[in-house]
C-alpha cells in the first residue's frame, strides 16, 4: 500500500509538468481549434530567453515577467506572420505549417544555445516538501502554480469582456463578427496567451528536465495526451487530465511487469484511447454536435 | 461553452475532391510513366537507388492518401505500417528463405488484417482523437519490436540484415535497377488499382463518409466497415511499400520506424495535395530530397531550412501540387482555345 501511495504521489509530481502544458495546449486549441505541434518547442525558447536574461544579470523574477511579455508579442507576431495567411487554407496545411514551425524553432534555439543540458533555477527551492522524499518543495510550487493559472484563466473566460469575445470568436466566428468582434485578432490573442502560459510552464519545467533544446518533446505528447484525455474545450479537464496521465504512467511503470521506461509512454496512450473510446470528447469536454 | 456551440455547422476538415480531379489525364500519366521507366538507364547506381526509395514512399504517400483524401480520416500511425510490412517481409526472406517477390502480398495482407481490426477502435474516435490515437501506434511499434519476447524474429534492437535479390534470368542488369523495375511494377499496378478503387462502389462511399458522416450513413452507407476497410486497404498498401523498402534498404530495425518517418509521410502528403493520388509521388520527391537540400545549404540550421521551405510551398501552394496541376491544366485549356 505504502509503494502504492508513493507511486501515486511521485505521479501526481510529474502530472503537474503534464498538467502546464496541457494549459498551454487547451488554451491554443480555444482561440483556432487545431493542436499546435510547435507549442513544445515555443516554450522551450521561451525558457531560453529567460536563461539567457538571467546570464545578463537579471533577478529571477524581472527576467520571469521579460519573458511572459517576450512570449506574448512573439506569439502574436508568429500568429500575424505565418499563420494569418495560411488562415484559408486546409486544415492539414496549417498542420504541416505547425511541423515547419518545430523544425525552425527547434533548430534555431540548438544553434544560439547549443545542445548541451543547462541547469536552471528553481524559485522555490528543491528540498523536500512537508517531510516527503517524494515531492520537492519546487513540485509543490508547480502544482501551486498550476492551479492558480487555472483560476486566473477561469476568471478571464468566465468574467471578463475580451475573455467572451474569444469564446465567442472561437465557437461561431461568423456570429462573432456580426455583433462587431474582431476574430481575427482574437485568434492572435489566443496565440499570444497560449505562448505566455508555454512560457510558463517551460520555465517550471526546465528546473526538472533539464534546460536544452529536445527538453519538451516527451514532455509536450504527454501534454497532448492529457488535453485530450480531459477534454480540449475545459481548461479545468486539461489539468486533471494532466494529473491522471502523470499517475497512470507511474502506475503502469510499478505494476505491469516488463514495462521499463520504453514502455510507459505507450502505455499511458493505450490507457487514454481506452478511456477516449468510451468517452469520445474527453473527460470533461463537450460533445460537439453537429447540425446536417 | 455557450448552448450555440452545440449546433456548429462545421465545414469537413477535408474538403471534397471531385472524382475526377484525382487522377491525370491518360497523355500526362504516359510521359510521366516513359520518364519513370527510362531515366534509370542514365544514371548512377546510387540515384537508382534513391529513385527506388521515391516510389516506395510514394507508395505509403498514397495509401495515406486514399485513407486521408479518400475516407477523410487523419492517421499518424503509418509508420507502423510500414514497420509490420517490412518487418514481415524481413522474418519470411531471413528465417523462411521465402521469395522476395512471394513475401509481398503476404505482408500486405497482414498489414490489411492489421489495419483492419486497428480500424475497429479508431471507429469511435474522429479528428484530433483519431490522430492521437494513431500516433499511439506510431510511438508504440518501435518499442514493441525491441522486446525480448519477438527477439528471436526480430533481431531486437539490431534488427536484421535482407539479402538483395539479384535480376532473375540472367537479365544484363545491376540489383539496383532490377529492383527498381519491379518496384516500378508494382508502383503502377497498385496507382492503377487505387484509382479504379476510388472510382468504385466503395470508393464513392469512402468519400460519401469523408463529406458528410451523417448523410453518407442515411444514404445507405455502412460507415463502420467503409471507414475500417479505408484503414485495412491504406495499411496493406503501406505494408507493400514497407515490404519493398525492407528490400532495397536490405536491413530493418526498430529506430528505422519512428514516428518521423509517419510525420515525413503526412508531409508528403499535403505537399502532393491531400486527395490527390498523383501528387503522391511529388510528395515523396519532396520528402526525400528537401532534407538533403536543406543540409547542403546548412548544416548546423539544416532543420530550419527544412522548416523554411515547407512554410514557402504552403504558402505558394496551400493545396500542394495539386493545385499546381490545375494550374497548368486551365493554361492549358486556355493556350488550345486561343
Excluded at chain 1, 116 to 129: D, L, M, R, V
Amino acid at each position: 500500500m505504502e509503494l502504492f501511495t508513493n507511486q501515486v504521489l511521485a505521479g501526481i509530481a510529474t502530472g503537474a509538468i503534464y498538467a502546464c502544458m496541457a494549459l498551454a495546449v487547451v488554451m491554443i486549441f480555444q482561440a483556432i481549434d487545431h493542436l499546435n505541434f510547435a507549442q513544445g518547442e515555443m516554450a522551450m525558447f521561451s525558457t531560453f530567453i529567460s536563461w539567457q536574461l538571467m546570464q545578463w544579470g537579471l533577478p529571477y523574477w524581472w527576467a520571469f515577467l521579460a519573458t511572459l511579455i517576450i512570449s506574448f508579442v512573439g506569439g502574436i507576431a508568429i500568429e500575424r506572420l505565418l499563420f494569418k495567411p495560411l488562415a484559408k487554407a486546409p486544415i492539414l496545411t496549417n498542420v504541416a505549417g505547425f511541423i515547419a514551425l518545430f523544425a525552425i524553432v527547434n533548430s534555431v534555439a540548438g544553434l544560439i544555445w547549443d545542445f548541451t543540458i543547462k541547469q536552471y533555477p528553481s524559485p522555490f527551492g528543491s528540498s523536500p516538501f512537508l517531510g516527503s522524499q517524494l515531492i520537492s518543495t519546487h513540485q509543490a510550487g508547480m502544482i501551486g502554480v498550476t492551479i492558480l493559472l487555472l483560476i486566473a484563466l477561469y476568471l478571464f473566460f468566465q468574467f471578463t469582456r475580451i475573455g467572451l469575445a474569444m469564446r465567442a470568436a472561437a465557437s461561431l466566428p461568423e456570429s462573432a463578427r456580426l455583433v462587431g468582434i474582431n476574430t481575427s485578432w482574437m485568434i492572435a490573442l489566443g496565440w499570444g496567451m497560449a505562448s505566455a502560459i508555454g512560457a510558463i510552464a517551460g520555465i517550471l519545467i526546465a528546473p526538472v528536465v533539464f534546460l536544452e533544446p529536445n527538453m519538451m518533446g516527451g514532455v509536450l505528447i504527454y501534454g497532448f495526451a492529457a488535453a485530450v484525455l480531459g477534454g480540449l474545450s475545459s481548461p479545468l479537464g486539461a489539468v486533471i487530465g494532466g494529473f491522471l496521465v502523470g499517475i497512470f504512467e507511474n502506475l503502469a511503470g510499478t505494476y505491469i511487469p516488463g514495462v521499463g521506461n520504453e514502455l510507459k509512454l505507450p502505455i499511458a496512450l493505450a490507457l487514454i484511447i481506452t478511456v477516449l473510446v468510451v468517452k469520445p470528447a474527453g473527460l470533461l469536454g463537450r460533445p460537439i454536435v453537429k447540425r446536417v | 461553452m455557450s448552448a450555440a456551440e452545440e449546433v456548429v455547422t462545421e465545414a469537413p476538415a477535408i474538403e471534397a475532391v471531385p472524382k475526377r480531379a484525382m487522377t491525370l489525364g491518360l497523355g500526362t500519366s504516359l510521359v510521366v510513366l516513359a520518364a519513370l521507366a527510362i531515366a534509370p538507364l542514365f544514371v548512377k547506381n546510387f540515384i537508382i537507388f534513391q529513385m527506388t526509395m521515391l516510389l516506395i514512399y510514394a507508395l505509403a504517400v498514397l495509401a495515406l492518401n486514399i485513407l486521408t483524401g479518400g475516407s477523410g480520416q487523419f492517421s499518424l500511425g503509418q509508420s507502423a505500417f510500414y514497420a509490420v510490412g517490412a518487418y514481415t517481409s524481413a522474418i519470411l526472406m531471413e528465417h523462411f528463405g521465402m521469395n522476395y517477390a512471394l513475401t509481398l502480398p503476404i505482408a500486405g495482407v497482414i498489414c490489411f488484417a492489421f489495419g483492419f481490426v486497428f480500424g475497429q477502435p479508431a471507429l469511435r474516435l474522429s479528428g484530433v482523437y483519431l490522430a492521437l490515437a494513431t500516433f499511439a501506434l506510431a510511438v508504440a511499434m518501435p518499442q514493441l519490436l525491441k522486446l525480448g519476447f519477438f527477439e528471436h524474429w526480430t533481431g531486437g534492437v539490431q534488427g536484421l540484415v535482407v539479402t538483395k535479390p539479384d535480376a532473375p534470368f540472367g537479365l544484363p542488369m545491376s540489383q539496383d535497377m532490377w529492383l527498381y523495375y519491379f518496384t516500378l511494377v508494382i508502383a503502377i499496378g497498385i496507382y492503377i488499382a487505387s484509382i479504379n478503387l476510388l472510382r468504385s462502389r466503395s470508393g464513392r462511399a469512402f468519400m460519401a463518409i469523408r463529406d458528410n458522416e451523417i448523410a453518407a450513413s442515411a444514404m445507405g452507407v455502412d460507415v463502420a466497415l467503409y471507414k475500417t476497410l479505408a484503414f485495412g486497404v491504406s495499411a496493406g498498401i503501406t505494408g507493400v511499400a514497407g515490404g519493398l523498402g525492407a528490400i532495397a534498404v536490405q536491413f530493418v530495425a526498430p529506430d528505422g520506424y519512428t514516428i518521423t518517418l509517419a510525420i515525413s509521410l503526412f508531409l508528403g502528403m499535403v505537399v502532393g495535395g491531400v486527395g490527390w493520388l498523383p501528387g503522391s509521388i511529388v510528395g515523396s520527391a519532396f520528402i526525400i530530397f528537401v532534407p538533403n537540400i536543406a543540409e547542403g545549404i546548412s548544416k548546423g540550421l539544416s532543420g530550419a531550412v527544412f522548416g523554411v521551405l515547407l512554410f514557402l510551398v504552403i504558402f505558394l501552394v496551400p493545396h500542394g501540387a495539386r493545385q499546381v496541376a490545375m494550374v497548368a491544366q486551365q493554361m492549358l485549356g486556355k493556350l488550345k482555345k486561343n
